[in-house]
């Protein structure tokens, strides 16, 4: 896994970690990636990674449940509440996983210019032990090959959306 630079990190607190990314989709159809289970278990995780349990309650108070399968069989697990939801633009939501310690509120905002859709997502963690934990366990990585498996599934469906749902390409 690597970043291959599509994505970039910076840490401009020593509790946040933020992520940016263009991809070249509208946002609505970058906002359904994220919020479809369809779609949710076409790319998220990185590769060679499946997605074996992919709940969603979208809803304020409502909340997600993931669960990845890596190609060792090794599995992790995370859940989160959704705090706020205004599609496409931006949501919020409190995030933690199974094996590791704490909660994480994470921001993520969705700006379109020119059909091209630049997310942004700010994780704020309890301490700065909580988010150098999460740096050093090679989050960066993941997250950019994941992203990267998204950035592929928008070019492949965007040319067959209907309306505002990505149909199966």
């Given at each position: 896994m690597?970043n291959?630079?599509?994505l970039k990190?910076?840490?401009p607190t020593?509790?946040e970690i933020?992520?940016?990314?263009?991809?070249?989709a509208?946002r609505?159809?970058?906002?359904?990636a994220?919020?479809?289970?369809?779609?949710?278990?076409?790319w998220?995780?990185p590769?060679?990674?499946?997605?074996?349990?992919?709940e969603?309650?979208?809803?304020v108070?409502g909340g997600?449940?993931?669960v990845?399968r890596?190609?060792?069989?090794?599995?992790?697990?995370m859940?989160g509440?959704y705090?706020?939801?205004?599609?496409?633009?931006?949501s919020v939501?409190?995030?933690?996983?199974?094996?590791f310690?704490?909660?994480?509120?994470?921001?993520t905002?969705?700006?379109?210019?020119?059909?091209?859709?630049?997310?942004?997502a700010t994780?704020l963690?309890?301490?700065?032990e909580a988010?150098d934990?999460v740096i050093?366990s090679?989050?960066?990585?993941g997250?950019?090959?994941?992203y990267?498996?998204?950035a592929?599934?928008?070019?492949?469906?965007?040319t067959?959306?209907?309306?505002t749902?990505?149909?199966?390409?």
């Amino acid at each position: 896994m690597k970043n291959t630079g599509t994505l970039k990190v910076t840490t401009p607190t020593d509790r946040e970690i933020v992520m940016t990314r263009v991809f070249d989709a509208p946002r609505h159809l970058v906002f359904e990636a994220f919020t479809k289970p369809e779609l949710l278990k076409r790319w998220f995780g990185p590769r060679g990674w499946s997605l074996v349990v992919c709940e969603v309650d979208l809803r304020v108070g409502g909340g997600f449940r993931f669960v990845l399968r890596g190609p060792d069989g090794r599995e992790m697990g995370m859940r989160g509440v959704y705090r706020e939801l205004a599609p496409p633009d931006r949501s919020v939501h409190v995030e933690s996983f199974d094996d590791f310690p704490g909660e994480s509120l994470v921001t993520t905002e969705l700006v379109e210019q020119e059909g091209k859709t630049t997310l942004t997502a700010t994780v704020l963690a309890a301490s700065q032990e909580a988010r150098d934990a999460v740096i050093s366990s090679g989050m960066e990585h993941g997250a950019a090959e994941s992203y990267d498996r998204l950035a592929e599934l928008l070019t492949a469906t965007e040319t067959h959306a209907v309306g505002t749902s990505v149909q199966e390409g």
